[in-house]
């Protein structure tokens, strides 16, 4: 898939944290969040160099081999998590991209340590990178990577892909420094995003405030004086999971049981309702609990008959909204069981924690129905992998219309998590629906999900990158 040439990733986090033990002894855990789910993969199979951050500030790793991987650790000080991650990249860009939920802050010297550890990730790729590799940088936080890595390594083809969304032209207009961003992202010969609307969004964006013409799913970036135009394929690669791997989890017996275990666990309710996030605004946590306790409020739904579980899983913990977020969710979680629960039973089970791919795949064979609601979210893994999981063709997905999987998931029960009573519906209409409902929309929810799987996503992807690597060589284009 890269025609013999070196494969360089480039992502603020490595796949894989470092964490320090109780006895002072460290390990290495899977890093949170859908990049690593969806990149991992595939780079395991072609094997890579990966550059990015170990997770912890002020560290100084060594590089080290995880199977065939070459890590190389980026340092980040204490302060540059504090400006480039939590500041710019978690306090501004992040709510900026999901529709401004959450309101984004503009601070000059976030901007600044944005810049300057952008520049420390491209210089550093620069250094290791085989001549003529190919290098792909992933996300919000190195925007800038791009044009930097262009400058400084000529002979590489430059692959972005977006993992969030690209937020509308007269959203990103707020961005002081929407220019050098668009400038940033343009250094790339590709870049990928998730959603038709995305990358519609990019290219006008582009034209807006760089002058450089939309031309189908390009943009032309015009010529200077010691430079000729160049062509840069903006377009939407939807991405995905290893689905059959996930499928394969949920055929193991022990895992089986393990699902049948955790009904148990809870009472063997007659409906286990399900949601899995990291605990984030844009996930919509808050609307699911308000639906929920009104639904078991006005006796809709019957405190004896369901147990919700809610798994939250711990994500940047410094940064004030998440803080208000983790404080509002927890007071809510203990009124709802405060108000409907009984000795020996909670309606509401929240798990503020990770867990090992066998316990999540468990999890989703043990549910009837999966919320998933965000207010906005680029893709949504979960939502592919609770359909992955679910061989036996049982269970309901509730799904966000603002999610990117529902342009694929069309028979999920679609909702607008803004909308509480549509929500309550649609949660009320799951726990009744009638198998053989379950079993047709499933079916289809499999077929999506194993139709554009994760080897799917990366041949569409990287075929263009390696089309951009061969035009390189053939000449400048444009
Ligand atoms: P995001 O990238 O915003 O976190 P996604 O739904 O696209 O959202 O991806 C989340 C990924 O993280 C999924 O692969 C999911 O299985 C995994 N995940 C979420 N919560 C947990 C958890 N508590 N423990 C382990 N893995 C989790
Ligand atoms: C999302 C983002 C990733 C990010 C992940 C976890 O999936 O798209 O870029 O790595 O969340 O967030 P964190 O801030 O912990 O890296």
Redesign the pocket.
Known sequence: MTGGRELVMV???LPVDRVVNEDGSTSWRT??????TAVEPIVEQLGCLWVGWAGSADERVDPFEIGSMRLAPVELSEEDVELY?EGF??GTLWPLYHDVIAQPEYHREWWDRYRQVNRRFAERVAQEAAEDAIVWV????LQLVPALLRQLRPDLTIAFFL??PFPPSRLFAQLPWRKRIVEGLLGADVIGFQQVTDAVAFRMTAERFTRAPALGNTVVVPATADRPSRTVLAQEFPISIDAAAFAAVAERPEVRRRAQEIREELGNPKTLMLGID?L?YTKGIRHRLKAYNELLADGEIDAADIVFVQVATP??ERVEAYRQLRDEVEVTVGRINGEHGAIGRAPLVYLHRGYQRDEMVALYLAADVLLVTPLRD?MNLVAKEYAACRVDEQGVLVLSEFAGAADELRDALLVNPHDIEGLKAAIVRAAHMPKEEQRRRMHSLRRAVHHNDVSHWAAGYLGAVQAAAESRQVGPSG
């Open positions: 992502s603020n986090r890093s949170p969040g859908g990049l690593v991650y990249s978690n992933h996300d919000y936080q993992h969030i990291r984030d994500s940047r680029g």
